[in-house]
Structure formats: C-alpha cells, structure tokens
C-alpha cells in the first residue's frame, strides 16, 4: 500500500481536523507529554466562535497546554474537564470556580489500571486527541512517551486525530498506531513539555536512608513521581541487577539504567526490558527512551493490573501519602479538596503483596505546611485513597513502621514512633482517648 499517499489524503489543518468533532461530543485526549498542542489551540477556537454546543473531555493529569486552551475560564460552560487525576494547574482553576460558586472540573475517580475499561463502559468517544512520533515507512506512527490509556482509548473512539510531532519520542511495546486507524492528521513540531526532576532535600536523604535497606538487590521496582523516590534512586547506585516494572518513567530510574543498577536479568515477567506506561522528564530523558528497544511502553490496563504486577518476584513499590490514620488508611490525593487522584498507587499496593518477597512501602515526611500539620492522624479528615488492609510499610524521616499482620495498636505505636517528636505526645493522647491505645 502506499502510505505516503494516505497520509496526504489524510493531512490537514488543526481547525480542518477538529471539524470531525461533533458540536455536542464526548473526547478523550492524550496526557501530559501527550497533550497536543495545535489541535487544543483549534478546539478552543471552535467553542469562542460558537460551534461547540458542549464538549466533555475525559481524561488525566493535564499541563499548561490544555489549561492555556480549551480550559480557559470563558469556555468551560461550553468545554467540560472530566479529570481522573489533577494538576497543580487544575487544582488552581478548581479553585477559583469554588470561589465563585462554581464548578470547574468534574473529577472521576478510577484507579489508573481501570481507566480504559471504565470509560468505555460508561460512555462513547467521538474523538480521541493525541500527539504522536512522525510515520515511519512502514506506515506506522508512535504513541511515544504516552502509552497508558491513549493505547486503547485511540481505538475506541469514533475517530482518531493525531498532531505529528518531530519530538515525541518511539517508543517500543505498543505504542504503535497505524495510518490507517487515523482519521486526521496535522503536523505540528513543538517542544515537549517537561517536568525536570525535583532535588531532593535533606529530609528527602533521610527518607531514603530508611528505604533502600528495604529493597534487595534482584528486586523489581515501581517508583512514583517526587523528591522522595528520587532520592531512593540516587541511594540505590550500590544495588545490583534491578528491574523495572512501574507506571512511570523517571530521570531517576533513567539515571539506575544507564549505571547498570537496573539489568532486568532477575524479572520474572517480562526480563531484560524495563516496562512502563508513560515517561515525564526532561530531554534528555526523551532522547533517552527514543528508539531504544529495552524501554517497553505498555497499556495501563496491563502494567498496572494487580494480577499481572504480582508475577514479578521481590516486586517492591515506593509511592507517597498525604496523610495516614492510626488504623493504616491512607489518603493521597485530598487536602480540603481534589488535590490528584488515585493514579495506580492503590494497584500497585493490591497487586505487589501477591509477589513473592513483594514489599510496599509509602512514604513521605512526618508533617507538612511548614511543619504544623502531622501527617500521621488519629483518623482521616477525609476520603481514603488505599484501605488499612492494604499497608504494609510507612516511612518517614524518622524510622520504618511496618502495619501489615498488625493489630490496631501496635499499628499506633509504631506510628507515632515515626511521627514528628513535636506531635508524639499530642498523638499519644488522641490514642489515648479514642481507644487505639
């Protein structure tokens, strides 16, 4: 066949593309990286023209992009965010609408494993957007930096508007689509957004300290996004013959792959290749993961499938918390409102105790705004992103307390122990006074 001549019969302008969208539509849109910027750009000029009627986006964790476009302040009773995980950026909007007694985004919570399957049970697409790597000869372009749910999502949708990309990175695995899945292209090469990644601080290095002593050599790993599993990974350069399955790609894992840290010989499922579902960084993370065969990008619904983690031997996850209660439950998206979302962390955590010699651990530091607030409560103040069946390790800058085959007080205990010194005796008495103790 002749894919060239496909792909000029299919090449078009932004504002030619979205036409295919109907004027009262459901979309999708690919994430973060993924994001395209020139078809958003023509969205939002459709809607301030008039020819949008409604338009709901389903989707995750969007950047500046989206927020700079169609969700702009003045289209959003036309343009409505169905978010499963927010930005900074979404959060701020967010706010704003509360201040004025309304509401912006719309948010959905899914764990990030069921995101395809969800919201394809629950309503059709009209459209999937995406940026995409340029075609290759063979017909195909690349899903790139963003497999997640743009892998099935992009298929299910009536139709499929690519924004080439000369930037966006192939990626192997199954992040290819073909030009004749595609209903539209544009072409439009912009620089990829970036999240560089955060130093850690010397909290962080302690938080690491109590760590890494947790996670064997041979062991597979999963990292979330911040200071504290960066600092994990700088601390891990002495370990030897890791793997890598995990919802994300980071510099810091980056960084374990290019020092021999991380091998993936000892991978049960999958060896040799380090398994992911989307990568955010900086460039040269991109040019990294760029035709590079050991960087497989895989549908969300499979990495981040309890059934499918817990086939990898010594599987050990590191995710964060906002807050954690006496009896173990743990929020990690709410402070007084939607501040993320589940993401896979609650995957992860079901799916790694299954995995022989599998630990989870979550941490973060014992307090937070400035030092004020305890991080380790008595009870949430709010909804639970992982239950008090599900915990096994916590850590904080100041020790290691393991919950899982605990009873209720010697998870307070062990606690309070790890706690903030300033905040054991408030946190005593609480436990104390409500029976925990």
């Known amino acids: 066949m002749n894919f060239d001549k496909q792909y000029q019969q299919k090449l078009c302008s932004a504002e030619q593309a979205v036409t295919l969208i109907p004027a009262t539509a459901v979309i999708s849109m690919g994430m973060r990286v993924a994001t395209p910027p020139a078809l958003c750009h023509a969205l939002a000029a459709r809607a301030q023209a008039g020819e ?97 749910y743009a892998i099935e999502l992009s298929r299910y949708a009536d139709k499929l508007i690519v924004e080439v990309n000369e930037n966006m990175p192939r990626t192997a695995g199954s992040t290819l689509i073909h030009i004749s899945e595609v209903d539209a292209i544009v072409e439009n090469t912009s620089k990829l957004i970036e999240e560089p990644s955060k130093p850690p601080s010397e909290v962080d290095r302690q938080i690491g300290h109590h760590i890494t002593p947790l996670i064997p050599d041979g062991a597979t790993i999963q990292m979330g996004i911040g200071s504290v599993p960066n600092a994990v990974c700088e601390q891990l350069i002495n370990h030897r013959n890791l793997g890598i399955h995990t919802e994300v790609i980071t510099s810091g894992m980056i960084e ?19 398994v992911f579902t989307f990568a955010i960084g900086d460039k040269n993370l991109y040019e990294f993961i760029n035709d590079n065969p050991s960087m497989m990008c895989l549908p969300v619904s499979y990495v981040n499938e309890p059934n499918v983690i817990e086939q990898n031997k010594l599987m050990t996850s590191v995710n964060s918390f906002i807050e954690i209660d006496f009896s173990g439950q743990v929020n990690a998206e709410f402070i007084g409102h939607q501040f993320s979302g589940a993401g896979g962390q609650l995957d992860f955590i079901r799916g790694v105790p299954y995995s022989e010699g599998g630990k989870t ?12 607030l305890s991080r380790i409560v008595p009870r949430l103040s709010s909804i639970a992103t992982d ?24 998870r307070t205990r062990q606690l309070i122990k790890i706690a903030h010194p300033s905040f054991r005796e408030q946190l005593e008495q609480q436990a104390k006074q409500q029976g925990f103790i």
């Open 361 to 372: 651990i979550i941490a973060s530091t014992s307090t937070a705004k400035n030092g004020t």
């Open 387 to 410: 239950t008090r069946l599900d915990i096994d390790y916590v850590v904080t800058e100041y020790g290691v307390a393991q919950l899982r085959g605990r009873s209720t007080t010697e």
């Open 52 to 148: 949008l009627q409604e338009l709901k986006v389903y989707y995750l964790r969007c950047g500046d992009v989206a927020l700079n476009t169609i969700f702009q302040e003045s289209l959003l009773h036309i343009i409505r965010p169905y978010s499963s995980m927010l930005s900074k950026g979404e959060v701020e909007l967010a706010e704003r609408g509360y201040a004025q007694g309304k509401k912006y985004i719309n948010f959905v919570p899914i764990s990030f494993s069921r995101y395809p399957s969800t919201i394809k049970a629950v309503t059709k697409l009209d459209a999937f957007i995406t940026t995409v790597s340029p075609m290759d000869k063979f017909g195909f372009f690349n899903l790139g930096t963003n497999g997640d």
């Open 256 to 274: 374990l792959i290019k020092k021999g840290v991380v091998t993936n010989t000892n991978k049960t499922l999958l060896p040799y290749v380090n």
